[in-house]
């Protein structure tokens, strides 16, 4: 995922089995499109798992490798999740 900052970040997005907005699982997507404010993110610091709290505000684009046992199936650009930026001076 890289955020606003430009900074690139590798790690696990906490999805449920069941989305609030459709038939079957939630998506990353539908974490991304969910109301304003943080979602739990899982990322390796060098010495340590740990779970961050992330702004859906700072997020610009996330990828997801959809692993099947250890090898990788498939990657998933997900540019559809909802971003809007207005400009520094307001325009």
Not at 41 to 52: N, V
Request: include cysteine.
């Amino acid at each position: 995922m890289t955020l606003s900052n430009g900074t690139s970040v590798r790690g696990c997005f906490f999805i449920s089995g069941n989305s609030r907005t459709h038939s079957g699982p939630e998506g990353v997507k539908d974490v991304l499109n969910s109301e304003a404010g943080f979602f739990p993110f899982e990322t390796r610091l060098p010495e340590r798992m740990t779970t961050i709290l992330y702004n859906r505000e700072h997020v610009l684009n996330a990828v997801s490798y959809l692993a099947r046992g250890e090898q990788l199936a498939r990657i998933v650009a997900l540019d559809e999740f909802d971003r809007r930026f207005d400009a520094l001076d307001g325009v």
